[in-house]
């Protein structure tokens, strides 16, 4: 059973492991491994402290899943920052759930609670953005009611370029 919450400063250090072993599981193959074995998850959840304090919980709305064994899985979204947003656009940011927790349905619990808090919101469509290699996640974001809308942008880590592509979703009017 997994809950989802608002996620608090206390959540950072476990948001912070999560992020980083997602990142070492979803993009191996598609970004340079060293760049993955260099990821430090204090450094990131450093960081993310950083970014926590700064936002007050305004524009951002960071959610956590819960299982009983704790953390189980980060969403992030908000306000949709590519140029051709409209005021009624959000944004995934982000969205990780512990490796060993996949296929568990944290994944789909977060997903779900993200699309029903920014129509909560007022946003009528929701954004994403994921690595065109990233055959899992786009998978994930089709079963979850997201498409591809044709836009596509150059990404680049440690110098590899590894392209993205942007998926949509029309959300209901609350």
């Keep these: 059973m997994v809950r989802i919450r608002t ?7 476990a948001v912070a492991e ?7 599981t979803a993009y191996a193959g598609l970004v340079p491994q060293g760049h993955l074995d260099a990821m430090d998850a204090a450094e990131d959840a450093a960081r993310h402290r950083r970014l926590f ?5 305004l524009q951002r709305v960071n959610l956590v899943a819960e299982s009983a064994d ?9 306000p949709c920052r590519d140029a ?15 490796p060993d927790l996949i296929g568990t349905g944290a994944g789909r619990a977060l997903c779900t609670a993200v699309t029903e808090g920014a129509a909560a919101r007022g946003f009528r469509r929701m954004l994403l953005w994921v690595l065109e290699g990233n055959h899992r996640a786009r998978a994930f974001y089709t079963h979850a009611g997201f498409v591809p809308d044709g836009s596509e942008q150059p990404y680049e ?3 590899v370029s590894v392209p993205e592509v942007r998926y949509a979703m029309p959300l209901p009017v609350t």
Excluded: P, Q, S
């Design 7 to 13: 996620m608090t400063e206390d959540d950072i250090d």
């Design 18 to 24: 999560i992020r980083v072993g997602g990142w070492r």
């Design 53 to 57: 304090r700064l936002n007050g919980g």
């Design 70 to 78: 704790g953390v189980a899985g980060w969403a992030c979204y908000g």
């Design 84 to 98: 051709d947003a409209t005021d009624g656009d959000g944004e995934l940011y982000a969205l990780y759930v512990r």
């Design 157 to 159: 880590v440690a110098g």
